[in-house]
């Protein structure tokens, strides 16, 4: 039963958070740069010179995925993994480090799916009025207020928590 | 600092005089002609009014000298950054006829050069076709114009190289009598020979051959062997490229005329905009009417230049059902913020209210709260002030706004940097922490947001407090403006009461629950004061208290200031950790500079991005939302609107 204690030993829990928060974050990220780029690419067919504005439209749903990272990130800082002094933690303390890493992990997956389609949605806009960029570009980042906050609870969570 | 009062201007005109008056008016820069052409449909109009139509010849002009500049840009080009300013020009140099024909004659030569390479170019691919057509036979000392003996004929053919091979149609040729046939080349696709055949063997083989893929080629106007030819071919290629090289030089030597060109084009493309007026204007075959709008303010300027035309003009304010244009004036320091307001909407002109003085302050603290680093901030202001300073992009536009706004936030975020203690994140205390050996730290003016959050929590609903205040008073003072006093204290007096007793309540919890609860038994009894029925004004009274959620959440939505600032503080401190892990070797110092540059380059472009937006949302949605009356049209005046030069008005 050894491998059950180190399933639930708080450093694979701390583990657990930091791979969700780049995992879900990131995948959300991925899908909804992908959704945005598969748009921009229409855009771009009949005119080859909004690839700057498409551009910009595309990289808005990208920052979910560096928030997970910035997460993940922190926790294996805190866990010393990163720089080489990897510290024993309580199976408790473990479990709050992947509570922590909740926020993001799982706004990050929504919320970047949602802005990819949003922005995806103001790739007509650059398309037919270029010029209206500055408010194609909103929509987008209503959707980036979650992923933010979200961002800063689980920062805060990180911050509260003593190894 | 308001919503400047616009004058309807009317305009009867001898028709003669149209282009030079128009042209005027539009150096005036402060009239906008509305579509006079709506007259015409009015019947009451249209029987003394005639289709008038201006026919110039800008747009052709235009054509030619764009296909000089094209030519000269392909051939010639110049090397100018993004960033090069517009060229100044004086007022009189810019509207100089002689500089114009001038210009024009240069792009009519350049263009005529353009079309000489272009034959050239086109001679040279037909020769060159012709070059590697013979080029197969070269080794053939014989003439291509061989003229057959009396017995013997000399023939040339190919055979295709996917077909049987080449010695296979020898040997089929030479097996008869008198028959000889070489193989003079071969490439990918085809074989060439050259073949005697004597008259009487001709049919037989030639049959047997054709069999084989093998056909006969026949060379045209051509006289010597293929060698002779192709020297020929060659120097006279040589010499069209010699000729399209020296045209070629002849358009380098024109590229002294681009300025010229540009400055024609400008001045074109506002002639041509001005037959589009003109075409667009209510005449009759001696007079000219002309409608619209210009800041009361102007109007002494305007009535200058129509008083010396001898027109019969008039003023007037607007009335009842007109849409007059919303123009809106600040003071130096708050007009480019107007770009803000802009991107959302105007205010109708019947608001009477600007909301950019307003607004601005709160735009340049919440920028620069969100980066809030000395590095970052220092940044911004020097990239903005460089651009500024080289592209001088015209004051009014959108550029230029842009570049000033960014000014401005950038020194906010320095000052907030400071407050917070950031430079480029935690840069100091982390190198010298990791790298040194002992760790520097820089005290905040402040406190430390990383270390504080609750701080900047509190910071942010209070600027959030503030700020939603400020709206509902914007509203209650234009509802004044608007002659309705008592909606401003029954919708937004009772409301303010609410409140303000909220943090009353932290300084003395009766007098801050008495202010709200008079606010709140305000709001009820009066909120529902246009219905019909007690039972109707009651629940709308209810219904409008339950609004305090809204008032809640748009405080809370400035805990954004918190997000966004720590996200930028945090980011930053990611990329340093990630810089130092190395330690201080030669290689922990080659990591840090490669990713203190990739990371806090990143750091300042996405936070920018999200600085800018939520900084815009919160005046759009908290504060806007409280007062603003979108909708106004913009004031769009003639003026002359230049891409390459920019005219300096004399006498300034």
Redesign the interface.
Known sequence: MEWISNLFSGTALALLGAVLATFLAGTGSAKGVGIAGEAAAGVLTEDPGKFGQTLLLQALPGTQGIYGFIIAFLILLKIGIIGGNPVAISTGTGFQLLLASLPISIVGLTSGIAQGRASAACMGVIAKRPEEIGKAMMYPAMVETYAVLSLLISFLMWMGINV | MSIVTMSKLRVIAPLQIRRPLLKELTGLGCVELGASAQRLADPEWAGSLEKFSEAGDADRQLGILAAARDLLDKHAPTKSGFLSPRRPVTEAVFSDDALWAQALAGAGQINDLGRQITLCYGEEGRLSVKRAALLPWRSLEVPLDIKAGKAYRALFGVSPATGPPAQELIDAAEQKAFAVMTLLHSDREQNYYFLILHNDVYDEVMDELKAKGFTLSVFKDTEGTADSNILQLEHRLKELEDQRQSLLEGIKALAGQKPLIEQAMDALTIESQRDQVLNNLAATRQTLFLEGWTPAQSEGAVSQVLERYGCAYGFSPPEEGDDPPVLLANSKLVRPFGMVTE?YALPTYESKLDPNPFMAPFFFIFFGLMMGDIAYGAIITLVCWYILKKAKPPEDGMMGRLMKVGFYCGISTIIWGAFFGGFFGNLIPSVSGAMLGHEVSIRPILFDP?VD?MKLFILALVFGFIQVILGLCLNAYKMILQGDPLGAVFDVGFWLLILIGVPLCLVAVPVGLGFMAAGALGVLCTAGRAKPGLFGKITEGLGALYGITGYLSDILSY??L???S??TA??AQ?MN??GT?AGGTLVGWLLFIIVFIVGHVFNVA?NL??TY??T??LQ?IEFFGKFFDSGGRPFSPLFNKTKYVEIIKEGK
């Open positions: 991107l990383m959050p805990s954004r918190l997000a966004l720590l996200g945090v980011i990611v950790t990630m892990l996405i991005i999200g937006v939520h815009s949302r759009y």
